[in-house]
C-alpha cells in the first residue's frame, strides 16, 4: 500500500487543522492505521493509531482531548483531526500502515509499521 499525507499547514496556537492520509495500491480494510510526528532534532514519536475496522483507537497521552483519529474505508483514508494546536505540535506528521489480523491491534511502535507516507508539515505559532 502506497500512503500520501496532506492537509499540514501554519496555524496559530489554538487553532485547528485536518491532516489526510490517502492510500492507493491496495484497500486499507486489513490495516492499522496510525499518525506519529517529528520534530527537528528529535525521533519519530506515535501520536495516533486506529485498528483495522476503527474499534479500537490509542492516543499519545500529549493529545488526549485534542486530536481524533478516524478512517473511511469506503474512500481510503485516515484522518488526523487536530484541535486546540499547540507551539509543542510543531513537527512534520507521517502516516503509517500494517497489516493486522487482529481487528483490535492499535500498534504505538514505529518500528511495527511498514508502510509510510511522505509526512506533511505541521507549523503553530504562539
Known amino acids: 500500500v502506497q500512503l500520501q499525507a496532506s492537509g499540514g499547514g501554519l496555524v496559530q496556537a489554538g487553532g485547528s487543522l485536518r491532516l489526510s492520509c490517502a492510500a492507493s495500491g491496495r484497500s486499507i480494510s486489513g490495516y492499522a492505521m496510525a499518525w506519529f510526528q517529528q520534530a527537528p532534532g528529535k525521533e519519530r514519536e506515535f501520536v495516533a493509531s486506529i485498528s483495522r475496522t476503527g474499534s479500537g483507537t490509542r492516543y499519545a497521552d500529549s493529545v488526549k482531548g485534542r486530536f481524533t483519529i478516524s478512517r473511511d474505508t469506503a474512500k481510503n483514508t485516515v484522518d488526523l483531526q487536530m484541535n486546540n494546536l499547540r507551539p509543542e505540535d510543531t513537527a512534520v506528521f507521517y502516516c503509517?500502515?500494517?497489516?493486522?489480523?487482529?481487528?483490535?491491534?492499535?500498534?504505538?511502535?514505529?518500528?511495527?509499521?511498514?508502510?509510510w507516507g511522505q509526512g506533511t508539515q505541521v507549523t503553530v505559532s504562539s
Open positions: 503509517a500502515a500494517v497489516w493486522r489480523d487482529s481487528t483490535r491491534d492499535v500498534p504505538a511502535l514505529a518500528t511495527t509499521y511498514d508502510a
